[in-house]
């Protein structure tokens, strides 16, 4: 089993940058791809970025691509979230969680939930 814990999140102006973090406890957090999602007020919970369980490949949403960085040290247990060029569209809560397999898009297919950290870009 694998607990997660987010951090990171705030209130930034549009064009600023936040980096989200995910903690995690247990020994195989490096045997797990790992996601990030993201769930506006009202909204349904919406796929942000996936990396494989030793980093080396990623996927991103198109409403992300080219602006948010996944990565992560499993030395550290952790995986991260760069988020620049930050559009008030991406105001919500953001989770972390572990996958199944990767990649994989559906919230359904992922386990171990953090708690969410919110992010509000104003304009």
């Known amino acids: 089993q694998v607990q997660l814990v987010e951090s990171g999140g705030g209130l930034v102006q549009a064009g600023g940058s936040l980096r989200l973090s995910c903690a995690a406890s247990?020994?195989?957090?490096?045997?797990?791809?790992m996601g990030w999602f993201r769930q506006a007020p009202g909204k349904e919970r919406d796929f942000v970025a996936t990396?494989?369980?030793?980093?080396?490949?990623?996927y991103y949403a198109d409403s992300v691509k080219g602006r948010f960085t996944i990565s992560r040290d499993n030395a550290k247990n952790t995986v991260y979230l760069q988020m620049n060029s930050l559009k008030p569209e991406d105001t919500a809560v953001y989770y972390c969680?572990?996958?199944?397999?990767?990649?994989?898009?559906?919230?359904?297919?992922?386990?171990?939930w953090g708690q969410g950290t919110q992010v509000t870009v104003s304009s």
């Open positions: 247990g020994r195989t957090f490096s045997k797990f791809p």
């Open positions: 969680a572990a996958a199944l397999m990767y990649p994989e898009l559906s919230p359904r297919n992922y386990q171990n």
């Open positions: 990396i494989s369980s030793r980093g080396g490949r990623t």
